[in-house]
């Protein structure tokens, strides 16, 4: 079976420090991948999308960029945290665009 | 893109009560729309989800309704138990004739079961 794998589970950086989160899928291939945040008693917000390796779009202009150096794994990072990038990170993956996407147990950010 | 209204933001209900949630979505051509239940500091999970080839789905006490010419789509929770309490998301997805475009999500509703 399938199982989305995403760490650390919480994390605290100081402003201004660099942001490395890292995802990975087992027991599929070539699946599409996402990074999605959720601010407090917020929706959940698009970041970056991939169809393959080294294939990404970004749905939001930031300071976060994002990386998929082997099919199944998918990076999520900053140079430079800013206090706005706190918030619940949710790394997903799903077999296409019309079945559901499957969510790793996020990444509690807080950024001091 | 696509843009997702979700209302209410907040909802109670007595227990053994129904519950709806209702989602509007704008891009016409958006036909996969999932609703996923997120329990505090957890992941959000499928519950049910339904394509635009079918106007209802139903799963026990779960139901979902799509009107495409309206473009709003609907949860119903019937016999609600204190279980069910939890930040409920609609989602949609759009075609754009490629790519793996990520889900639009509402703002989500947060459901609570009074005993």
């Given at each position: 079976?399938?199982?989305?794998?995403q760490w650390p589970a919480t994390l605290v950086q100081p402003?201004?420090?660099?942001?490395?989160?890292?995802?990975?899928?087992?027991?599929?291939?070539?699946?599409?991948?996402?990074?999605?945040?959720?601010?407090?008693?917020?929706?959940?917000?698009?970041?970056?999308?991939?169809?393959?390796?080294?294939?990404?779009?970004?749905?939001?202009?930031?300071?976060?960029?994002?990386?998929?150096?082997?099919?199944?794994?998918?990076?999520?990072?900053?140079?430079?945290?800013?206090?706005?990038?706190?918030?619940?990170?949710?790394?997903?993956?799903?077999?296409?665009?019309?079945?559901?996407?499957?969510?790793?147990?996020?990444?509690?950010?807080?950024?001091? | 893109?696509?843009?997702?209204?979700?209302?209410?933001?907040?909802?109670?209900?007595?227990?053994?009560?129904?519950?709806?949630?209702?989602?509007?979505?704008?891009?016409?051509?958006?036909?996969?729309?999932?609703?996923?239940?997120?329990?505090?500091?957890?992941?959000?999970?499928?519950?049910?989800?339904?394509?635009?080839?079918?106007?209802?789905?139903?799963?026990?006490?779960?139901?979902?309704?799509?009107?495409?010419?309206?473009?709003?789509?609907?949860?119903?929770?019937?016999?609600?138990?204190?279980?069910?309490?939890?930040?409920?998301?609609?989602?949609?997805?759009?075609?754009?004739?490629?790519?793996?475009?990520?889900?639009?999500?509402?703002?989500?509703?947060?459901?609570?079961?009074?005993?």
């Amino acid at each position: 079976s399938q199982t989305i794998h995403q760490w650390p589970a919480t994390l605290v950086q100081p402003v201004g420090s660099p942001l490395s989160l890292e995802c990975t899928v087992e027991g599929t291939s070539n699946p599409n991948l996402y990074w999605y945040r959720q601010a407090a008693g917020r929706g959940l917000q698009l970041l970056f999308y991939s169809v393959g390796i080294g294939q990404i779009s970004s749905e939001v202009p930031q300071n976060l960029s994002a990386s998929r150096p082997q099919d199944r794994q998918f990076i999520l990072s900053s140079k430079k945290l800013l206090l706005s990038d706190s918030g619940f990170y949710l790394c997903a993956w799903s077999l296409s665009k019309n079945t559901e996407a499957f969510f790793g147990q996020g990444t509690r950010l807080t950024v001091v | 893109g696509e843009n997702v209204e979700q209302h209410p933001s907040t909802l109670s209900v007595q227990e053994g009560d129904s519950a709806v949630i209702k989602c509007t979505y704008s891009d016409s051509a958006s036909n996969y729309f999932p609703w996923y239940k997120q329990e505090l500091g957890k992941r959000p999970q499928l519950i049910i989800d339904i394509r635009s080839n079918v106007g209802e789905k139903k799963d026990q006490r779960i139901a979902v309704t799509l009107n495409k010419t309206a473009k709003h789509f609907s949860l119903h929770i019937t016999e609600t138990q204190p279980e069910d309490s939890a930040v409920y998301f609609c989602a949609a997805r759009g075609y754009s004739g490629g790519g793996a475009d990520g889900l639009t999500f509402g703002k989500g509703t947060h459901l609570i079961i009074q005993p």
